[in-house]
């Protein structure tokens, strides 16, 4: 649905994107991940055509984005990380001004709004001014708007961005709603756990080039965290359980965290089975027995770790 091939991007001397390959299916939910500046804002302003790439080629829904942007702009929702201001505006006439900015008939306007503020779970909100709405509201309120020309696919830069914990679950549902209703999304974020359960798909980026796409599990499989267990016992077996677990000849290392036990398996597999049988066969009482999970925030640092403009 959305195809980048070597696009590049300057700005004046500065390479804001730098030969960036990306392909993202139909249906799917891709999270796009990288530190302040690494350029996301700039591929999507492309892709949503409101910027023009200095060489390389995007497509969206088979679409140009250098030549037929009118096209584009019809399948795209693309909700920017600031939204404008309109004073004096109640949320359903700005709702009806961009869906009359969408040539949407004047007649289907009323139940499109309607329609998208129940989305968004908006209708309660719907006579109050645009200014008055809380930040997560505003947020919700973004969506809703792109929305309106019910497009196939959906941009969203950092829409979970200074929301509350409850917000944030809040907007993941209504993705997975939207992914429901068979929309592509391709969100951004500085927060590799705030998609982590969402998104079928990652792009790490960093100083305008890609350094990793993947499944969430080739993220983990690649960091190693899948190959490591976390062994809980009672403290009085506890020097006995590294005894045992050093006999292993599967396990490469075995470290004690003093809360824990982290086992370390040599071929990539947890292996939980083999730790737990050891330890039962030797008398060991175990408390809990679980694979290790690297914080995401972890696997972000190390997957840029070096990187070098
Ligand atoms: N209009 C512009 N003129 C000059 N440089 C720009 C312009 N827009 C962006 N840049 C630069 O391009 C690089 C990429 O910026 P971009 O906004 O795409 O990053 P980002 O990944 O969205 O960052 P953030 O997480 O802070 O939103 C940055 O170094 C930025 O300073
Ligand atoms: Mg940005």
Known sequence: MIEITNLTKCYGQLQALVDLNLNIGQGDIFGFIGPNGAGKTTTMRILATLLKPTSGKAFVDGKNVLKQGKDIRRVVGYMPDFMGVYDDLKVFEYLEFFAAAFDIPSKQRKSIVEGVLELTDLQGKKSAAVDSLSRGMQQRLGLARVLIHDPKVLILDEPASGLDPRA?????????????????????SHILSELEEICDFIGIIEQGRLVFSGTMDEIWRKMG????????????HREKAIELLNTVPEIVEVSDQGSHIVVD???????GSVVAKILVNGNVDIVSIEPAKMKLDDAFLQLTKGMVH
């Not at 965290?225 to 009085?236: N, W």
């Not at 398996?265 to 292996?271: E, L, P, R």
């Open 168 to 188: 944030r679950i809040e907007i993941r549902e209504l993705l997975r709603e939207l992914k429901k209703m068979g929309k592509t999304i391709m969100i951004s």
């Open 225 to 236: 965290t899948h190959s490591k267990v976390h062994v809980t016992v009672v403290p009085e």
């Open 265 to 271: 398996f040599s071929d990539g597999q947890v292996a």
